[in-house]
């Protein structure tokens, strides 16, 4: 995923309801993946050509990739938290986890539709 694309997680983030406080702690990583045949910077190394070929995703056609980097860090979040098991508190307190069921019924109190 390249610098534009990763952008995108926060959205993805917010579309969870969290990321927006001070005390969130979002910290992104990004990977880019193409172009790795390129030479490194070398600012003293003579003759090199002028420019090197390139390959990218035309700005008409990204915002596919945008949406998708998004919804893949929402359906991680999700994934996460579905996977979370019962707990206790350092009190004794029950923290139950979330299961899918509670969490459908939950979204569709609010009006949420899977359609």
Same mark, same amino acid.
């Given at each position: 995923?390249?610098?534009?694309? *990763? /952008?995108?997680?926060?959205?993805?983030? /917010?579309?969870?309801?969290?990321?927006?406080?001070?005390?969130?702690?979002?910290?992104?990583?990004?990977?880019?993946?193409? =172009?790795?045949?390129?030479?490194?910077?070398?600012?003293?190394?003579?003759?090199?050509?002028?420019? *090197?070929?390139?390959?990218?995703? =035309? =700005?008409?056609?990204?915002?596919?990739?945008? *949406?998708?980097?998004?919804?893949?860090?929402?359906?991680?979040?999700? =994934?996460?938290?579905? /996977?979370?098991?019962?707990?206790?508190?350092?009190?004794?307190?029950?923290?139950?986890?979330?299961?899918?069921?509670?969490?459908?019924?939950?979204?569709?109190?609010?009006?949420?539709?899977? /359609?």
């Amino acid at each position: 995923m390249g610098e534009r694309p *990763s /952008a995108s997680t926060a959205a993805g983030i /917010a579309r969870t309801g969290g990321g927006t406080e001070d005390s969130s702690g979002d910290l992104f990583v990004a990977f880019a993946t193409g =172009n790795q045949d390129l030479p490194p910077a070398d600012y003293g190394r003579k003759g090199l050509p002028f420019s *090197s070929a390139l390959q990218m995703v =035309n =700005n008409d056609h990204i915002s596919p990739l945008f *949406s998708a980097a998004a919804e893949a860090v929402e359906e991680a979040i999700i =994934n996460a938290i579905l /996977a979370g098991e019962d707990m206790f508190t350092d009190q004794g307190v029950l923290v139950p986890g979330l299961d899918g069921e509670t969490l459908l019924t939950a979204l569709r109190k609010t009006g949420w539709s899977s /359609a």
